[in-house]
């Protein structure tokens, strides 16, 4: 049986795939170490948990209209006017199996054959195969090291043809950790508005930030800017919640509607119980998640000084998220391994340390470390890998 072609052309997901080597490991007694992570260690809060019970209880289970019950919308609307004062209606907000849903149902409304999105490097890992389940062309630009990996109004120019649909902004940035600048966003909002560019601003990430300067939407710069826009977020990773599968679109009615239109043929809606956990976690103060990103901050703190010791390795700290993406082309050098994914795995196999090699990533130089486990651990990972590369290099 042959499958379709939208099919055959889909990359597997770097990440996924070393979580499922390091967990067959692991299941065979060995002493695995995960920095492949995704989610936060934390607990959904108990607040949360116990709204969602309440939910359950009272025979909240069914159907709910495709786009999300409107507690959640307007509850959703509320927290970007306070946050970023950006004024939504509930009629401009979609809820979504998770937040990568939403990025897909997006791509699905947007993008005609042919059509191009342009993606900086890095990237998250599922971009470039979304657009291209939608039958678009991921168009890539390199976010150079020296520029905190961030794509730059000259690059975004000179990218743009008769082609382009949209760009992806994610700040604070998977895999890098990166946040734009207020400063930055504008030079790029003002090339968009410029060609009439659909700006797709991935924020998942807004609320886990360790710097004094706070995480700026593009869509709050200018009315213009909002009307180019299309938020995306979710409370997986704000409120430890990734398996409740509660993600958001927010822009303009006729792509919402649209994408609530494809939602109603192919997920119903998202999960009736997830809604109303949703709903509590935006409902209350955030005094959980200002608890989760000290801890975080802690953590990055005391890996980065570690990391930044290992031989041929390099590394910019990050300022969000809760990732290092440290280039080990030196120590790949060192150590006669001809890519990083070859790196990577015997760093596995060898040390039993899992990370997520660059090349997922459009960074073959990189690998990705999350800092999602307890300090002790990271001590020992770090322990681990620098004792590889030094048996490898000799040194």
Known sequence: ???????????PSTTLAITAKAKALKDSGHNVIGLGAGEPDFNTPTYIVDEAKKAMYEGLTRYTPSSGI????????RK???DQGIDYGADQVVVTTGAKHALYSLFQVLLNPGDEVIVPTPYWVSYPEQIKLAEGVPVFVTGEQENQYKLTKDQLEATITEKTRAVIINSPSNPTGMMYTEEELLALGEVCIKHNIIIVSDEIYEKLIY???PHVSIASLSEQLKKQTVIINGVSKSH?????RIGYAVGRKTIIKAMTNLCSHSTSNPTTISQYAALAA???????????????????????DLLIKLPGVTCIKPQGAFYLFPNVKQAMDMCGFKDVDEFSTALLEEEQVAVIPGTGFGAPENIRLSYV????????AI???SRFIERHAKI
């Open 1 to 11: 049986m042959q499958l379709a072609k939208r099919v055959q052309t889909l990359t």
């Open 211 to 213: 710097t004094d300067t």
């Open 383 to 385: 322990m681990r890998m």
């Open 373 to 380: 486990i307890k300090k002790e651990q990271l001590q020992e």
């Open 70 to 77: 409107l507690p959640l919308r307007e509850a959703i609307a």
């Open 80 to 82: 970007l006017l306070k």
């Open 282 to 304: 935006y409902n209350h103060d955030e005094e959980e998640i200002h608890a989760m990103v000290e801890s975080f901050n802690e953590r990055l703190n005391y890996m980065y």
């Open 240 to 244: 430890a919640m990734t398996g409740w």
